[in-house]
């Protein structure tokens, strides 16, 4: 509560951030932003901010804060007996002004554009200029200040004045216009495969020039042979980048194998006095029609079918993350058989899951869920499992196998409905690989927990149908107690070209002794 009669005198402001207030207690404390500030009552100092005086009588006291570089703030304050006053004061910032104008240097092309960049930092923040031309004034701390400019195709150049309180310093600052270079070439994707969708299926390079200029990227096969060039787009600014889809300059695919990726590029001549020699820099890229990257379900934290663990890994480096809402009826694992099954939308559980290839075969991932219950608590869990594939499904062999573990918990009411419950699980998953089905099968054992002494025997298989831009399956799961869980669904994912979305949907069925419930679900993610 703001009380007038508390404070009086001069240098009290209507500056955002002060606050007085009277609470509870006796005496006065005292806070500032920025904190350190020394704190003068009645001529003396006592001390740096935040600072309480509980003991201190009540009466009328002069207040004086001080901090360099900031103005001071004086006021009065009464004190009494039958409250305590709390005082949040905002300190401001001596200021000045630094007109910056900026020139090209003597002999510098009349042709090449300068547009300058203007920043100058002050206790971490970037303060932004106000820009007429190529001058610019900024309203600075006081304190010698660094101001940076920068303009493509120029050199960086930067000026540390001195700014004074309420006074303009002026400085000019002559641009060199920058050599030619290429810096920070690298490429998102060391290996990949042309046959997946959109920015799946293709490789990024990217590099950093520092002037106007042009170049043609090339790729040579294994023997020296030109199998791809393309001239790239005149260089209007820093950072620069350009894909390649893995074929040839006809826009065939090119068989797999190891590639040189050769970028050329030198200044353009107009705006430049010497344009100098053609720089060039290489890097390796192999195509490999084995890397299969599309979104699976992330359903309790195991990668796979929504009730079938799959075996095949991601590439390494790349990952998906989906977030998801399902909603239906459902009997939670924790439940007895006897208990009866949740109400028709009596909640709506969600899950964000995320699967990542660290090194090569082998994939991590992680689930969180939550069930936000209308009438109940609402209860949350959290899954993590590993898998590592023993075969990936070549053309000689078209199997697949991996070994798999996972491990969750939960709190009240938080296993996801969908799952095997809270514990610890193995799982070995096989499949059969054709050319757009995968066929799996996938026993595993489960440790119900906190009770769970003898394990779970879980049977589960299903089949996946892939497509370019596209995959849907169905499948089950078996959990074999004294009260079997039974459990099918579709699902389909969607991921369109050429953005990394996807998109799902999935439906389902179950059966646990004589209930049965039905459940649907929609989700969205990205593939990389």
């Not at 935040?50 to 009065?76: H, T, W």
């Not at 799996?440 to 440790?447: A, E, L, R, T």
Request: net charge negative; with cysteine.
């Amino acid at each position: 509560m703001f009380c007038p009669a508390f404070l009086f005198g001069r240098n009290v402001s209507d500056i955002v951030g002060d606050k007085f207030e009277e609470t509870q207690g006796k005496g006065l404390m005292i806070r500032t932003r920025p904190a350190g500030v020394k704190v003068y009552i009645d001529g003396v100092e006592r001390g740096l901010t935040p600072v309480s005086f509980d003991k201190m009588p009540a009466g009328q006291y002069n207040i004086r804060l001080s901090k360099e570089d900031y103005k001071d703030r004086i006021f009065n304050v009464v004190l009494f007996d039958t409250s305590r006053l709390v005082v949040s004061i905002e300190m401001e910032e001596l200021r000045g002004f630094a007109l910056i104008a900026v020139h090209k240097a003597d002999g510098s092309p009349d042709s090449l554009p300068l547009e300058p960049q203007f920043f100058a930092s002050s206790s971490g923040e970037i303060i932004h200029s106000i820009s007429d031309g190529n001058k610019t004034l900024f309203n600075l701390p006081v304190g010698y200040r660094t101001i940076n400019v920068r303009a493509f195709g120029w050199e960086n150049a930067s000026i540390t004045p001195l700014i004074n309180e309420s006074s303009t310093v002026m400085a000019d600052i002559y641009m060199k216009p920058a050599a030619f270079t290429l810096n920070n070439y690298y490429q998102n994707k060391r290996r990949f495969n042309p046959k997946n969708p959109g920015n799946l299926g293709a490789v990024e390079y990217h590099f950093d020039v520092s002037a106007p200029g042009s170049g043609t990227l090339t790729v040579l096969n294994a023997n020296g042979e030109v199998v791809h060039k393309r001239h790239l787009e005149p260089f209007n600014t820093w950072s620069q980048s350009i894909s390649w889809d893995g074929k040839d300059s006809n826009g065939d695919p090119l068989p797999e194998g190891l590639y040189t990726v050769l970028l050329e590029a030198s200044a353009a001549a107009e705006f430049s006095n010497d344009p100098g020699e053609t720089v060039s820099l290489k890097l390796e890229t192999g195509i490999d029609y084995s890397i299969s990257i599309y979104p699976l379900s992330l359903s309790g934290g195991i990668p796979g079918l929504a009730f079938a663990p799959l075996p095949r890994a991601l590439p390494t480096g790349s990952f998906q993350i989906e977030g998801g809402i399902i909603f239906g009826n459902f009997h939670a694992p924790e439940k007895k058989v006897t208990d009866p099954e949740e109400r028709f939308f009596s909640h709506l559980p969600f899950e964000i899951g995320l699967r990542v290839s660290p090194i090569d075969r082998l994939e991590i991932a992680a689930a969180f869920n939550a069930n936000p219950s209308f009438d109940d608590s609402t209860g949350w869990g959290i899954t993590g499992s590993l898998k590592y594939n023993f075969l990936h499904g070549s053309t000689a062999l078209p199997l697949a196998f991996a070994g798999g573990a996972s491990y969750s918990w939960a709190s009240e009411n938080g296993e996801a409905p969908l799952s095997p419950g809270r514990g610890i699980g193995f799982y070995a998953p096989l499949s059969l690989e054709l050319t757009s089905f995968s066929v799996v099968f996938s026993p595993g054992i489960f440790w119900r927990g906190p009770d769970g002494s003898i394990p779970l025997l879980l049977l589960s298989g299903g089949i996946l149908y892939r497509r370019d831009w596209l995959n849907a399956g169905l499948s089950l799961r078996t959990e074999f107690s004294d009260d079997t869980r039974l459990l099918a669904g579709a699902e389909a994912r969607f991921y369109p070209p050429p953005s990394n979305l996807l998109f799902s949907f999935q439906a389902g069925v179950w059966t646990r002794g004589s209930h049965t419930g039905g459940f649907g679900g929609l989700g969205v993610g990205v593939v990389f």
